[in-house]
């Protein structure tokens, strides 16, 4: 699987919009983007994935480069119950290939929201 | 009430001590994952299942044992638990077309 590079650290104030970017210079065609998250004490959460266009859902929005070797999650409106652990993921969407199954987490970034 | 349980929540056991760690699921996924979180190396897949008679080693499978009892339950057995086992296990389901995972609250296990 193509590999993802996000910052340690960010933080962030209350209320104020988020951007946690991701590279992933090594992208495949058949990777799908994918972001999870992880509050203290909690098991991940998923959040959002793509695959060329933006997305956007309830939880967050998805920011895709044209050439898909970046990526952002943008979070409109930091609340403290977002801080987390922010990991960006790719996965292969192949159907019937040995890596279907499999989420690979990085080390993700840890976010920091201050009232 | 939670889509994911585990149970137990918190576990403290000796060396050579067997022990089971049980998950459960609502969702009506075929899909299960059984990983390992210890800080530093973020989560690790150990085994997963697509379906009750299907069961796949994962990266880190050695020194444990799955079981898919139905299509809601599916259980981690570490045989003869060592020190290094020392981590944080999270079951996870997931369905096909998409295949989002989601997570369990956890299970800290603590082998002295």
């Known amino acids: 699987d193509a590999k993802t590079t996000q910052p340690n650290s960010m933080e962030s104030n209350e209320e104020e919009p988020v951007h946690l970017p991701c590279n992933h210079s090594t992208i495949s065609g058949t990777d799908y983007i994918h972001w999870y998250r992880q509050l203290p004490s909690q098991g991940p959460e998923y959040v959002i994935h793509g695959l060329t266009s933006n997305v956007n859902n309830r939880m967050a929005s998805l920011a895709i480069a044209e050439d898909r070797k970046s990526s952002t999650l943008i979070l409109h409106r930091a609340t403290l119950r977002d801080a987390a652990v922010y990991y960006c993921i790719l996965r292969d969407f192949n159907a019937g290939g040995t890596s279907y199954g499999k989420l690979t987490f990085g080390q993700g970034t840890i976010l920091t929201v201050h009232p | 009430d939670a889509d994911v349980t585990q149970t137990p929540r918190n576990r403290i056991t000796k060396t050579g001590k067997r022990i089971m760690l049980e998950c459960s699921q609502t969702k009506g996924h075929d899909r299960m994952y059984w990983y390992r979180q210890d800080p530093g190396l973020g989560l690790r897949l150990i085994y997963y299942?697509?379906?009750?008679?299907?069961?796949n080693k994962g990266e880190i499978s050695d020194g444990y044992s799955v079981s898919r009892q139905a299509q809601a339950k599916f259980s981690l057995s570490l045989e003869s638990a060592i020190p290094n086992q020392t981590a944080l296990y999270f079951c996870a389901t997931s369905d096909g077309p998409t295949d989002t995972q989601y997570f369990g609250p956890g299970t800290r296990l603590t082998v002295l």
């Open positions: 299942s697509f379906d009750v008679k299907d069961i």
